[in-house]
């Protein structure tokens, strides 16, 4: 499919998005939005498809959905996601939906004729004990954490997919993996969000309340590399941009920091000055995963947002999200 046409010509790459239709799945969530945000301004056709509109789980309406909009670019973002807990919890549903979710949307893209797609995977798709900073080429290489096993089988066969579908058909597709992410429009959850989502709602709580101290679930001593929302968007537009060699980018800040080092930044941006307490009942998770993100440098990405500055954003962004909960147009 992809064969004589314009990215083929040009080595996978999309020099421009200008009058392209773009389809962003999953666009109401963080990522998605952030993506959204960063195409505004390009001139292309954007389509967006509310859950209610499509169903991704919904094999029949998507291949008819695409059929009828043709996407030529696809983000492909939509996925259930959630932190380490909602992992433990609800492993059948991370497994089930994301493989109906990519299935329908990676077999659509080929079956439509798109031009390049663009998935998300997740950090959680290496091996526990990988060598660090991660490559790449380290995927499949050793056991998984057993804590979010299920979401990063769903999160392999993604990638895995991608590049059957390169090999076979010839089809332009290229998977991507973000560390952790933070950022506006993030989960606050207080069980189900991520580390930084996570922290910064007990921070800020413990401050409104008055309370001595706040909870960081472990013992502080996992490492996690962080990166910002926006400098993802960033990174796969570029991505989707540059003539991709290979199937799949690692996409991190390149450090990473302590449990209790984020926990401290937290504190201080929300200005909590009380204790921290770390609770080792809950889950450590994989001890490090801090990505070698030399491929994609050189396509000419880096990082813009600094984890203070980031976080003074994130915390903003929170705020906001709380005072919408409390005028009950939305729950946080
Ligand atoms: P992971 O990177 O896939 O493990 O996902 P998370 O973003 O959920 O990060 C989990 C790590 O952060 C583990 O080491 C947890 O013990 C630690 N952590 C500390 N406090 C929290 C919290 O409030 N929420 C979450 N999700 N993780 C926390």
């Given at each position: ?31 998605g ?16 498809t509310?859950?209610?509109?499509l ?41 089930r939906e ?14 439509t004729?798109?031009?390049k ?18 490559k ?11 804590n ?10 993604g990638?895995?997919m ?5 090999k ?7 998977a ?12 606050y ?7 930084v ?12 309340s008055?309370?001595k ?6 013992d ?24 991709t ?23 201080e ?8 307490v ?13 990505l070698?993100?030399?491929?994609i440098?050189?396509l ?12 003074v ?12 909960a409390?005028s ?5």
């Open positions: 499919m992809v064969d004589g046409s314009e990215a083929a010509i040009l080595g996978g790459a999309v020099p421009s998005f200008e009058g392209k239709k773009i389809w962003v799945t999953g666009h109401r969530g963080m990522l939005s952030a993506v959204v945000r960063s195409l505004r301004n390009e001139n292309a056709q954007l389509l967006l509310t859950r209610a509109e169903d991704l789980v919904d094999q029949s309406a998507v291949q008819q959905w695409m059929e009828k909009n043709r996407p030529d670019l696809i983000f492909h973002i939509g996925a259930k996601v959630g932190g380490i807990h909602a992992n433990a919890t609800l492993p059948a549903d991370f497994l994301n493989l109906l979710i990519q299935t329908n949307v990676i077999d659509g893209a080929k079956r004729g798109a031009q797609l663009v998935f998300v995977a997740s950090n959680c798709t290496y091996p526990a004990k990988a060598e660090q900073p991660i790449e080429t380290a995927q499949l290489t050793g056991a998984l954490d057993e979010i096993r299920a979401y990063a089988v769903s999160k392999i066969a990638i895995e991608c590049r059957a579908y390169r076979q058909f010839g089809c332009n597709f290229v991507v993996i973000p560390p952790n992410l933070y950022g506006p429009g993030d989960n959850h207080p069980q189900h969000s991520h580390v989502a996570g922290i910064l709602r007990r921070a800020h709580e413990a401050k409104e008055g309370a101290e706040f909870v960081v679930w472990g502080g001593t996992p490492r996690r590399e962080l990166l910002h929302v926006d400098d993802l968007a960033d990174a796969m537009k570029c991505v989707m941009s540059a003539p060699t290979h199937d799949l980018y690692n996409i991190g800040s390149g450090h990473d920091l302590a449990i209790s080092e984020i926990a401290d930044l937290v504190a941006v929300v200005g909590f000055n009380g204790k921290i770390y609770d080792s009942t809950k889950p450590n998770g994989t001890m490090r995963k801090l070698d993100s030399g491929r440098q050189s000419g990405w880096a990082p813009k947002v600094s984890e203070r500055a980031g976080l954003s994130a915390y903003k962004d929170f705020l906001r999200s709380v005072e919408v409390d009950g147009l939305r729950l946080g």
